[in-house]
């Protein structure tokens, strides 16, 4: 096959064991086909992996190098891009559910699918930590299975199309320590290649020994590698639990270096050598000597491990169906292929020894080779399933530096800043501007707030240029985030009240008096340049005294005074239209024609009483001022505007302007909710940000996008 005749897009999978490493490039064919089109197996030269976990990243990285260095040569193609898959060690699994409602039927698409999963992820996470809060382990998602979807509350088997309000997801989400996944990822990045996917080795085996159409039988499928024993459990049509041991082929190949006097390499190959048919096998001793054993003395010499070994993994496979053995068991690995192993695990399990079986050639049936010489076998399953996987589910994980901080983050193909930000562990009032302290207190027995002044936004930079919270990232990005700031505490003066600016109103000696209302701050009375404390009880007088009426009007009386035509004393309250009555001393005001003003009184008098009431009015301010002169400065008074945000009409209080960002604090926006979505953020049809300075009536659209 030419190169010319290869697809442009071709999967390269990687199966990291802790023996080899095998390559494989190939491409998916109709159905369920899959055409290798080359593949490479390259042995450790060290016990670099023990158990299914790197020990020398440097060593397994040079394999790494081997392999696809010789896998470009065969397919004449530069590699970039892997699948890998990780052993389940130190495994953890949850299984949860999550649901989204729709205002009304929507038809399901595929983003709206995954959206759901990832909740459900998220819900499995939430679940898995709480189980294990006591571990010093992060954990992270390597893999996920559907366990059941729910349309309208009713179970289905795919959601794609259909028409719903409700729809739900039952996930079995899969965690392991970061320190497992970030071993592998370097490995892999040292050998110049980056993750395109990752997934579990069980899962990578399942796409291949068990067909969908046999997930309706309680099946068992057990990956037996070199240092771990992987299991997952199949009921129902889905994957209803993973579990892991960690013994496996090398536990029987210490076993031979020790009975056998060899170093390990050599126990390898006596015991490879031993599951075939060969009757006598030769090597050499460590003291170079050269000797003969009979197959079934090498086989006597395991025996004792492999009950160990499948003991172990029938009691993991009953404990994780409930409790009862399942109904069958396919077993893939080079692990698997020691004679005796499917033996002894039926026994175990009280199977019928049919009911146990190896796996390999009758499973590849639609897996063709290019490459002549490749024998199908147990020890390709995974490999090729790591292919697979590629096609079903892509889930890997990303790399980026927040303040020089490296963080990893599940790429779900939408990841943002604000996203590496959360991880990072930056809150939401250190990403978007704070306001300061607020002030309340009451007015007339109604309670008031001022709010804080509005601090100074994040500043952020992606890859050294100025960004947006929600920005794309990708692959090593360099984030650097200069966090928000608080703005002043609130303050408010008694001049800047409304009730400051009312008036009283009524009559000396038949003509009309105005005058502005007392204030009273718990008790006591106050002037306009009050500055309002947290907790004061405001209260606007609605009355004068006869004697504060007189002091106001700078008047003295002359003999009885008259209330409302009844004799009054100095402490009599005067009420709106009241009248007074009076026989004045000494004439000392003027009269002046009513007006708007609220501190102008209408009384005939002299030219002396009409400067002193010109210089009263001068000494207050008047109400249609739309400022207020406070220890030097000037502050603009505050307004009301009301805009629709969603279609919502919001009244935005307590400032003289207002931007974008003001919306927080009426509409609930929680980026906590971002989950690797978008936000669209537009005023009048028009994207911007939350700067963006708003007036009376804009039209605001702001959402997620799904």
């Not at 090498?298 to 994780?320: C, F, M, P, R």
């Not at 009273?520 to 306009?528: D, F, H, K, P, R």
Request: proline share 3%; aromatic share 8%; glycine share 8%.
């Amino acid at each position: 096959m030419s190169n010319q005749a290869y697809p442009d897009k071709m999967v390269f999978g990687l199966d990291i064991g802790t023996r080899s490493i095998v390559g494989t490039v190939g491409y998916k064919t109709s159905g369920n086909g899959f055409t290798v089109v080359a593949q490479c197996t390259k042995m450790h030269e060290t016990r670099a992996m023990m158990d299914g976990q790197i020990h020398d990243i440097g060593s397994v990285a040079s394999t790494i190098t081997q392999v696809r260095k010789e896998l470009e040569a065969q397919t004449g193609r530069k590699l970039s891009e892997v699948c890998i898959a990780a052993a389940g060690r130190v495994l953890n699994t949850a299984t949860a559910y999550a649901e989204m409602s729709f205002e009304e039927e929507t038809v399901i698409n595929e983003e709206i699918i995954h959206s759901l999963e990832m909740l459900g992820v998220e819900n499995a996470y939430r679940k898995m930590k709480e189980e294990n809060k006591d571990t010093e382990h992060n954990f992270f998602c390597v893999a996920y299975t559907v366990v059941h979807y729910y349309l309208n509350g009713f179970m289905i088997t795919n959601l794609e199309e259909h028409k719903a309000a409700k729809i739900g997801v039952e996930v079995l989400a899969t965690f392991l320590p970061d320190e497992v996944i970030d071993g592998l990822y370097s490995a892999v990045q040292k050998a110049g290649l980056q993750v395109e996917n990752l997934t579990l080795e069980p899962i990578a085996a399942m796409q291949v020994a068990i067909p969908e159409k046999f997930r309706l039988l309680n099946i068992a499928l057990v990956d037996v590698g070199a240092g771990t024993s992987d299991i997952c459990i199949t009921k129902d049509g889905s994957v209803v639990a993973y579990g892991m041991i960690p013994m496996a082929g090398d536990m029987l190949t210490e076993v031979i270096a020790r009975n056998r006097l060899v170093d390990f390499k050599s126990a390898e190959e006596i015991k490879l050598e031993a599951s075939t048919r060969k009757k006598v096998i030769t090597y050499k001793d460590i003291m170079g000597l050269k000797q003969k054993a009979d197959r079934g003395e090498i086989l006597k010499d395991v025996e004792e491990s492999i009950s160990k070994i499948t003991q172990a993994v029938a009691g993991q496979i009953v404990s994780l169906n409930g409790g009862k053995p399942v109904s069958a068991v396919f077993v893939v690995g080079g692990g698997g292929k020691v004679p005796g192993f499917t033996e002894k695990l039926s026994e175990y399990l009280k199977l019928p020894k049919e009911r146990v079986a190896l796996r390999g050639e009758e499973v590849l049936s639609e897996v063709t080779f290019l490459q002549e010489g490749i024998k199908k076998d147990s020890l390709l399953v995974t490999p090729i399933g790591i292919c697979l996987n590629y096609y079903e589910q892509r889930n890997s994980f990303i790399f980026v530096r927040v303040n020089d901080e490296r963080i990893k983050l599940y790429d779900n193909g939408k990841l943002s800043i604000v996203d590496a930000a959360l991880q990072y562990g930056y809150p939401n009032d250190k990403l978007f501007p704070a306001r300061g302290k607020e002030l309340t207190f009451t007015v007339n027995g109604e309670k008031r707030m001022v709010r804080g002044e509005l601090g100074e936004a994040a500043v952020i930079r992606l890859n050294g240029k100025l960004s947006g919270i929600n920005a794309p990232i990708k692959q090593n990005d360099e984030i650097v985030i200069q966090e928000s700031t608080r703005g002043d505490a609130a303050s408010c003066t008694i001049g800047k009240l409304p009730e400051f600016k009312q008036t009283l109103s009524f009559s000396v000696n038949g003509n009309k008096v105005t005058c502005p209302r007392y204030m009273q701050v718990n008790g006591e009375m106050v002037s306009e340049y009050y500055e309002i404390k947290d907790g004061d009880v405001i209260i606007s007088v609605d009355y004068y005294t006869v004697e504060q009426a007189m002091t106001f009007l700078d008047i003295v009386p002359q003999g009885r005074i008259y209330v409302n035509h009844v004799p009054a004393k100095p402490q009599e309250r005067i009420y709106e239209n009241f009248s007074i009555n009076m026989e004045i001393e000494e004439q000392s005001y003027q009269a002046e024609q009513e007006t708007e003003e609220p501190y102008v009184t209408e009384y005939a008098g002299d030219a002396a009483a009409e400067t002193a009431a010109a210089k009263e009015a001068e000494a207050r301010v008047a109400p249609e001022e739309n400022k207020a002169e406070v220890a030097g400065q000037t502050k603009a008074v505050t307004r009301d505007i009301v805009v629709l945000v969603n279609g919502q009409p919001k009244v935005l209080k307590g400032k003289s302007s207002y931007m974008l960002v003001d919306v927080l604090d009426v509409y609930s926006f929680n980026l906590a909710d971002a989950r690797g979505r978008e936000a669209v953020v537009k005023v009048n049809d028009i994207s911007t940000n939350f700067m963006q300075v708003l007036a009376e009536g804009d039209r605001i659209e702001l959402y997620w996008k799904e």
